[in-house]
């Protein structure tokens, strides 16, 4: 999943402090506005997905989330 928002360290920490896996952020900038914006990539289960978008939009109700399905992962998947 992507998740764009504006409370990105807010949103990573309730995140990590709720699942076994770790978030690749990165900067964005928005198209229209040109506001910045933080980017954030977890690979998550379907089983976590209600979770998550709960923390999500607990933390930021305006952000974007964009919901994909993951063929493959390669590589490490948690945090170990």
Same mark, same amino acid.
């Given at each position: 999943m992507t998740i764009i928002t504006a409370k990105g360290d807010d @949103?990573?920490?309730a995140?990590?402090?709720s699942l076994y896996r770790s978030i690749t952020m990165t900067e964005?900038?928005?198209g229209?506005?040109?506001d910045k914006r933080d980017i954030l990539m977890p690979v998550i @289960?379907?089983?976590q997905l209600t979770e998550v978008k709960d923390i999500v939009k607990q933390v930021d109700p305006q952000a974007f989330v964009n919901i994909t399905q993951t063929v493959e992962?390669?590589?490490n998947f948690d945090c170990s």
């Open positions: @949103t990573k920490d995140l990590l402090a964005g900038k928005g229209y506005t040109g @289960t379907r089983y992962v390669a590589g």
